[in-house]
């Protein structure tokens, strides 16, 4: 997967979780936009292997989370409003 593809995933989805008013609390390392980015690249680029994808993401992010924490972000953030479209997305 190309640079410019992550990076405009990752536009996409930072876009559509200001539009619904998201706000991430100020404690995390690594924001909603950046799990779900994670999650999509998975599916797109690694036939949904999400330690692969968070190797591949140390690349772009400044911190990753390691797997079960990344799992457990994705799954709350699946069961929250607004934001299940995407979450879904990684049939998790």
């Known amino acids: 997967?190309?640079?410019i593809e992550v990076i405009t995933i990752y536009c996409i989805?930072?876009?559509i979780l200001k539009s619904l008013g998201w706000e991430d609390d100020?404690?995390?390392k690594m924001s909603s936009s950046e799990v779900l980015t994670t999650a999509?690249?998975?599916c797109l680029a690694f036939g949904g292997n999400f330690t692969k994808s968070l190797n591949f993401m140390r690349l772009f992010?400044?911190?990753v989370l390691?797997?079960?924490r990344f799992l457990r972000r994705l799954n709350r953030l699946k069961k929250r409003n607004g934001c299940d479209i995407l979450a879904n997305y990684?049939?998790?």
């Open 13 to 15: 989805i930072d876009d």
């Open 61 to 63: 992010c400044s911190y």
């Open 90 to 92: 990684t049939n998790i």
């Open 40 to 42: 999509i690249i998975a």
């Open 26 to 28: 100020r404690q995390v």
């Open 1 to 3: 997967m190309k640079e």
């Open 66 to 68: 390691e797997k079960s």
